[in-house]
């Protein structure tokens, strides 16, 4: 199972980024899927999470912001990502789990200038 995101870049402040990752290879059926960062310095953390049943969960750090979403006839996880601010500053990495195993995509870097 391979997972690749796309979408990172850079924004200013303010601005807006959707971020994409799809999830390929043999597989079984997608449970959880999420998003989570790591700022330089820092852990990963949690940003959102979406079940196969479309029921979300986000950081208190995003919400209201942030919004995640699935399309799991293409095995693929969205976030959109609303009113950045510098501190949103991170590696992105998607995450998916199937058959209670974790996989994670290799990031995508979105930087937000002040």
């Known amino acids: 199972v391979q997972l690749v995101e796309s979408g990172g870049g850079l924004v200013q402040a303010g601005g807006s980024l959707r971020l994409s990752c799809v999830a390929s290879?043999?597989?079984?059926?997608?449970?959880?899927m999420g998003w989570y960062r790591q700022a330089p310095g820092k852990q990963r953390g949690l940003v959102a999470t979406?079940?196969?049943?479309?029921?979300?969960n986000y950081a208190d750090s995003v919400q209201g912001r942030f919004t995640i979403s699935r399309d799991n006839a293409k095995n693929t996880v969205y976030l959109q990502m609303n009113s950045l601010k510098p501190e949103d500053t991170a590696v992105y990495y998607c995450?998916?789990?199937?058959?209670?195993?974790?996989?994670w995509g290799e990031g995508t870097l979105v930087t937000v200038s002040p």
């Open positions: 290879g043999s597989m079984l059926s997608i449970n959880t």
């Open positions: 995450n998916a789990n199937i058959a209670i195993i974790n996989y």
């Open positions: 979406i079940s196969c049943g479309g029921s979300t």
